[in-house]
């Protein structure tokens, strides 16, 4: 049932039209894993700097994440800067230091090289190909990507997405990726590059979960108070991967399930900066909405 | 269970990025009753010029609408271009000719004035009320409306409000007539003007229902080959009323069940110009999209 992320930790400085926050703790990996630790003990692979707090690592293993694949090097972790425009849609790169991460070669630890479920968060796709070469026999494997990618590394792309189970792309990227402006389209044109499935996240207007065997469409979950969506691409992948973890398999009604958890999670997390909001909540408070979703959605 | 609609009957000239059409039927009430025709037969009030097509009324009738209710003016019939960027979100109305609608006052014949379903198509919110004001007792009244009464007849629409049942609005309308960026937000404003329940659509990303003891969200019917969208609102509501007439309550659940209903048929709208895609559909045919459907959204 092991669930292994390969991604980032980082440090960030977000602004949106209503507040501000420098040196957030964030990063795809911080939190995904901070996601899937409300259903299993996910294990973290990434790379951060001397100047990483040690109470970060503490909070993360309080959660039930576990570190041993931190690398802690030299130099600056990963600092990443962002603004979003005042409808939530549009984010601006503010600035990106990549420190530690110019240099990052993941090694996936020993102990967790059996991991049966793995998720690739945004990175170099040849990056998240080494990582994952490095995982002996994983049954179900996920990557997410970035438009960065599309653009300057789509032929690494384009051979990651023969490796791999699952893509997540939000509609821009995959827009960007195949060239059709219809969503549906679009993911048709995704799953023919190789990878089984496709989920295709649409922000406020929830995701859909396509691939041979299932078409799968669930809205977001209705939150009325975003503070700042940072994490909540990787929180709703760390909710599904995490319950595909903990129920042991990947079938398209398990997935079905798992796109439920995710929109959860993701919902908790856009609620105030950074891992906190995501990562102070009980099982009874993920229950109690996980609940009202399924309310909003069943006929 | 009797069904009225009041509105508009026209003919389109409609443009799109890959192809276009002179005079097609149209009008907010025809796609409604083309719509609702599949589930029960509706009673259309309107107003036509003497250049009607008598195959146009014919078509109607065949498909089960009772067109009693259309009222023969001289002059020529109401007509509306319009054209639609390519990612068919941004419409531009090209030209509007009034001509009989322009002196209309809606007569609900007397044979429909006990209807217990009412449909209010797009018109002057004060026209709308006036047609309501000559329904006996009516059970459950939904009103449309559009970003020009919104502007121009604010407080007539804030009038009509209360004494109706449900409106529906689509996004862009929402947050003009509340002045919220957020949808959920949005909604639960208007639901504070008067309307039990409020509808939003939300184009290819579907629509929501809110009301005191209810909140359903549901995704489009992935569509992939939209060639004109027109009229696909209002078969939206065709649909959604059709079922609830047929039903015969306007129960939360059967509301929910109606959202299905009018999903289904607005999808078949947009597949063609005209009321032809709709009109010509078998209740197998019907059938299979809701099965369909409900697969989609079925966790």
């Given at each position: 049932m092991s669930l292994l992320v390969i991604g980032t930790l980082a440090y960030d400085d977000i602004e949106t039209a209503y507040d501000s926050r420098k040196g957030v703790l964030g990063g795809s990996a911080t939190y995904f894993a901070i996601a899937a630790s409300h259903y299993t003990d996910p294990h973290l692979v990434g790379v951060v700097g001397t100047d990483f707090a040690k109470e970060d690592i503490a909070a993360m293993q309080k959660s039930g994440v576990n570190t041993t694949g931190v690398e802690i090097v030299e130099g600056k972790t990963f600092r990443w800067g962002g603004r979003y425009e005042k409808d939530w849609n549009t984010r601006h790169t503010t600035f990106t230091e990549l420190n530690v991460l110019e240099t990052f070669e993941p090694k996936v630890p020993e102990a967790s090289r059996d991991s049966k479920f793995v998720f690739l968060a945004n990175a170099a796709p040849a990056v998240q190909l080494h990582a994952l070469e490095q995982v002996t026999k994983p049954e179900f494997v996920m990557a997410d990507t970035m438009n960065l990618w599309i653009d300057i590394a789509k032929d690494d792309l384009l051979n990651?997405?023969?490796?791999?189970?699952?893509?997540?792309?939000?509609?821009?990227?995959?827009?960007?990726?195949?060239?059709?402006?219809?969503?549906?389209?679009?993911?048709?044109?995704?799953?023919?590059?190789?990878?089984?499935?496709?989920?295709?996240?649409?922000?406020?207007?929830?995701?859909?979960?396509?691939?041979?065997?299932?078409?799968?469409?669930?809205?977001?979950?209705?939150?009325?108070?975003?503070?700042?969506?940072?994490?909540?691409?990787?929180?709703?992948?760390g909710g599904f991967m995490g319950h595909i973890a903990a129920t042991g398999n990947a079938s398209s009604q398990t997935m079905r399930q798992a796109m439920v958890h995710g929109t959860v999670t993701a919902s908790f997390c856009v609620e105030d900066f950074g891992i906190q909001p995501l990562a102070n909540r009980t099982a009874d408070e993920l229950a109690a909405r996980h609940k009202e979703l399924m309310s909003i959605v069943t006929v």
């Amino acid at each position: 049932m092991s669930l292994l992320v390969i991604g980032t930790l980082a440090y960030d400085d977000i602004e949106t039209a209503y507040d501000s926050r420098k040196g957030v703790l964030g990063g795809s990996a911080t939190y995904f894993a901070i996601a899937a630790s409300h259903y299993t003990d996910p294990h973290l692979v990434g790379v951060v700097g001397t100047d990483f707090a040690k109470e970060d690592i503490a909070a993360m293993q309080k959660s039930g994440v576990n570190t041993t694949g931190v690398e802690i090097v030299e130099g600056k972790t990963f600092r990443w800067g962002g603004r979003y425009e005042k409808d939530w849609n549009t984010r601006h790169t503010t600035f990106t230091e990549l420190n530690v991460l110019e240099t990052f070669e993941p090694k996936v630890p020993e102990a967790s090289r059996d991991s049966k479920f793995v998720f690739l968060a945004n990175a170099a796709p040849a990056v998240q190909l080494h990582a994952l070469e490095q995982v002996t026999k994983p049954e179900f494997v996920m990557a997410d990507t970035m438009n960065l990618w599309i653009d300057i590394a789509k032929d690494d792309l384009l051979n990651l997405l023969k490796h791999i189970d699952a893509i997540v792309l939000n509609d821009e990227e995959a827009r960007m990726l195949t060239g059709e402006a219809n969503l549906i389209t679009a993911a048709n044109r995704v799953l023919e590059m190789g990878p089984k499935y496709v989920i295709l996240k649409k922000g406020e207007h929830g995701a859909f979960l396509i691939g041979p065997d299932v078409h799968f469409s669930l809205p977001a979950y209705p939150v009325t108070n975003v503070v700042d969506p940072t994490g909540a691409g990787d929180s709703f992948a760390g909710g599904f991967m995490g319950h595909i973890a903990a129920t042991g398999n990947a079938s398209s009604q398990t997935m079905r399930q798992a796109m439920v958890h995710g929109t959860v999670t993701a919902s908790f997390c856009v609620e105030d900066f950074g891992i906190q909001p995501l990562a102070n909540r009980t099982a009874d408070e993920l229950a109690a909405r996980h609940k009202e979703l399924m309310s909003i959605v069943t006929v």
